[in-house]
């Protein structure tokens, strides 16, 4: 039709944009004015006020730690950690100096699927096969992402390698002590997940998001939950992290999570979700963009069960944890099943929900 707005082709957007192996911050470092439509978000925002998250001290005994922990899990589902002995900010800097290397030295690594354990690119949303538009397609964010088992981080340039590797050598043990934590918080023993599961560091992602010259339409991340037991994050002192309250007289509503210096934060995963039988929360989580000028890095490592996705490897709910007032909420499954239901059913509780038993 005459006069008609011309319909944008996304498909096509997102295959040139693939074809260019470009990534936000090459969009950014173009000197691009506006938000490319992939980009643009078409939530509106209200105002959101700010959610005080608890701080567990880790210099504590388990017996006053673990109580703190476990208030944390059953409400908000995260909590930060203080005295943990690890030099976050170092490993920050590293992810922040990766990201801001010369074009020619970033583009080495680009790689939208893993590529000998490790890719760097600004990852979509959903499946690139299935998405017919309207955005946002693609956050504004880029993201060098390590699979840790086995982890070459070796590949890495200088200017971060040694840091990332002395990050995930502490952060290794970091996650053992929060398993032990989250699992006497539980009433099961400190040392029942990790029998239960071989706790164990999955995935590292080095994320940036570089600063936008219009903030209010994109999204560093939409809303998901982690596919993880865990997930530990270090960031700097940029934030946008946005949290939806779980229950409550604010039921649903977005608060900010502003960064603690020295603090690493911690959050329940969908797979502790399934095992504690509903004790724990894993709660909807996004990051907005803060800045037209600054640009935020952050470090999330996932940890996972050590299992292949064998039958001989099911998990779901711990015994200790069904009883007649309480029986099992969810069916028994593997690794390949959840990550399985992840891709079909998105990030978020309808993938859960996939392992829920009917209750009559």
Not at 73 to 97: E, L
Not at 104 to 113: C, D, E, H, L, P
Not at 158 to 187: F, H, T, W
Request: glycine share 8%; proline share 8%.
């Amino acid at each position: 039709m005459a006069g008609a707005a011309e319909v944008y082709d996304y498909a096509a957007a997102l295959a040139e944009f693939d074809a260019s192996r470009s990534t936000v911050r090459s969009l950014v470092e173009s000197g691009i004015a506006s938000v490319p439509p992939l980009f643009i978000s078409t939530t509106n925002y209200p105002p959101t006020d700010i959610l005080a998250i608890p701080t567990v001290d880790l210099s504590l005994p388990l017996s006053s730690s673990a109580p703190l922990v476990g208030a944390a899990a059953r409400t908000c589902g995260f909590f930060h950690v203080t005295n943990h002995g690890i030099d976050a900010g170092a490993a920050v800097s590293a992810v922040r100096a990766f990201h801001e290397l010369p074009p020619a030295v970033r583009s080495a690594f680009y790689s939208v699927a893993a590529v000998e354990g490790m890719s760097y690119s600004t990852v979509p949303y959903m499946d690139r096969k299935s998405f017919d538009g309207p955005g946002p397609i693609l956050p504004w964010r880029v993201s060098l992402r390590i699979l840790l088992q086995p982890a070459d981080l070796g590949r890495l340039p200088a200017p971060c390698r040694d840091a990332l590797v002395e990050y995930l050598r502490c952060i290794e043990e970091l996650g053992k002590n929060m398993a032990r934590l989250l699992s006497q918080a539980l009433g099961v023993g400190a040392e029942r997940l990790e029998t239960a599961t071989q706790v164990e560091g999955w995935l590292m992602a080095c994320n940036y998001y570089p600063p936008c010259p219009e903030p209010a339409r994109v999204e560093g991340a939409v809303e998901h939950t982690d596919p993880s037991l865990f997930t530990v994050l270090a960031q700097d002192g940029i934030g946008g992290l946005q949290v939806r309250i779980n229950g409550g007289d604010n039921d649903g509503q977005w608060v900010d999570v502003p960064p603690v210096p020295g603090a690493l934060l911690v959050n329940v995963g969908d797979v502790l979700k399934l095992l504690s039988n509903n004790e724990y929360h894993s709660v909807g989580h996004r990051v907005m963009i803060k800045s037209s000028q600054d640009a935020r890095a952050s470090l999330a490592v996932f940890f996972n069960p050590a299992m292949s996705g064998g039958d001989s490897n099911l998990l779901g709910p711990l015994q200790e944890l069904i009883t007649t007032e309480k029986p099992a909420m969810y069916r028994s499954f593997t690794m390949t099943e959840f990550m399985d239901s992840r891709r079909k059913f998105g990030h978020g509780k309808l993938s859960t929900d996939q392992f829920r038993i009917a209750l009559e």
